[in-house]
């Protein structure tokens, strides 16, 4: 179980991106806990913490975008060092170089890849970054 007791935050929109993304996580061994739209990412973080990781949508409703939540999330104190990964179906080629700008530790391309998965998340948990263009 490579994300033994690991807590992972994910905003995330689509119920069943949200639903298999926690699904293999859980599988690992991980403690998940999500916000769906975007509003009440930083709320919901900070009732959950400890948070060894988030993950991030980076197309929200509403106007919401992930580059924003990144912003708000980043405003918390607690959440200084914790590793924030995009998982997103925004264009590799456009999204990967806006993430590496704003700061984030990774990007993952939808549809995510249910057999290396957990072991990015494992991956960016122990320090190291990801930019995964399926």
């Known amino acids: 179980m490579i994300l033994k007791d690991k807590r992972i935050f994910i905003t995330e929109d689509n119920l069943s991106n949200r639903s298999v993304m926690q699904l293999l996580l859980e599988q690992e061994g991980a403690i998940v806990s999500f916000e769906r739209w975007g509003r009440d990412t930083q709320k919901r973080i900070e009732e959950f913490a400890p948070v060894d990781i988030v ?18 999330i980043r405003g918390l104190a607690a959440m200084q060092g914790v590793p924030i990964v995009a998982v997103s179906a925004k264009p590799p080629d456009t999204a990967i170089p806006e993430t590496q700008a704003k700061g984030f530790n990774g990007f993952i391309s939808k549809p995510i890849d249910y057999r290396t998965f957990a072991q990015q998340i494992a991956t960016v948990i122990d320090g190291q970054s990801v930019w995964s263009a399926r």
């Open 55 to 72: 993950l991030l949508d980076l197309m929200l409703p509403n106007n919401i975008s992930g580059f924003d939540v990144y912003d708000e």
